[in-house]
């Protein structure tokens, strides 16, 4: 288990629908990142959270956006979906050191979108 | 031409096998390079974690980054059945803590 929480575990939704993502970092760690997982295209990082700051912007479509909140947690809001966007969504996180140093992320157990 | 390339596999060995697996970049800029496990249905953790050139050990598994060649490995000495999972190379460097990942390659250790 590696502290980071993420809810719902899965949500099937229509296209044209707006949902919300939401994850709970590790106790003590300021950042937050968001990837998509899907079969075709692996891994993507969407975009960084520091301390409540957007950090750092990955390949985020405008239909996405994201915030984090003063308790540090994250929601990632995906509005009018599309079949495409059908991934699995994880959450990641940790202290947020400056670049140029290592920095290990920790991921939650994702949370699979599936649009109809 | 993708920022990392890594063979999907996927990837069958019998048990006690060595098994290798690779991940090729472009950008020479990475300075740090990840290997992430993930099994199904699970996220990431990672395996190990390499700065610049060289190679670091730990247990059955070895890391290994060749930066010349912008060329990095894993091997597993003596798999186990309980081994099998996607293998996800990841790297960053430069400005920010993204992190680059390969698409994953799955392996099967057959007992």
């Known amino acids: 288990d590696s502290g980071v929480t993420q809810t719902p575990k899965h949500l099937i939704t229509a296209t044209g629908q707006r949902v919300t993502l939401r994850c709970s970092p590790r106790?003590?760690?300021?950042?937050v990142y968001w990837y998509q997982q899907s079969l075709d295209q692996g891994l993507q990082f969407l975009i960084q959270?520091?301390?409540?700051?957007?950090?750092a912007k990955g390949n985020i479509l405008e239909r996405f956006s994201a915030q984090q909140f003063p308790d540090l947690h994250s929601e990632l809001n995906l509005s009018s979906l599309e079949l495409g966007d059908s991934a699995l969504y994880f959450c990641?996180?940790?202290?947020?050191?400056?670049?140029?140093?290592?920095?290990?992320?920790?991921f939650g157990p994702g949370t699979r979108l599936t649009v109809l | 031409q993708k920022e990392v390339e890594q063979d999907p596999g996927p990837l069958s060995v019998p048990e006690g096998a060595i098994v290798s697996l690779n991940c090729t970049y472009s950008?020479?800029?990475?300075?740090?390079f990840m290997w992430y496990r993930q099994y199904s249905r699970k996220g990431p953790e990672l395996l190990m974690y390499?700065?610049?050139?060289g190679n670091k050990e730990d247990g059955r598994f070895t890391a290994q980054v060749d930066k010349s060649s912008k060329y990095i490995s894993l091997f597993i000495r003596d798999s186990q059945p309980s081994d099998s999972a996607t293998y996800l190379c990841?790297?960053?460097?430069?400005?920010?803590?993204?992190?680059?990942f390969g698409t994953g390659t799955l392996l099967a250790v057959q007992p």
């Open positions: 106790s003590g760690d300021l950042s």
């Open positions: 390499t700065y610049s050139s």
């Open positions: 950008n020479s800029a990475f300075q740090y």
């Open positions: 990841a790297m960053n460097g430069g400005a920010t803590n993204k992190l680059i």
């Open positions: 990641a996180s940790n202290l947020g050191l400056s670049s140029g140093r290592y920095n290990e992320q920790f």
């Open positions: 959270y520091y301390n409540g700051e957007e950090r």
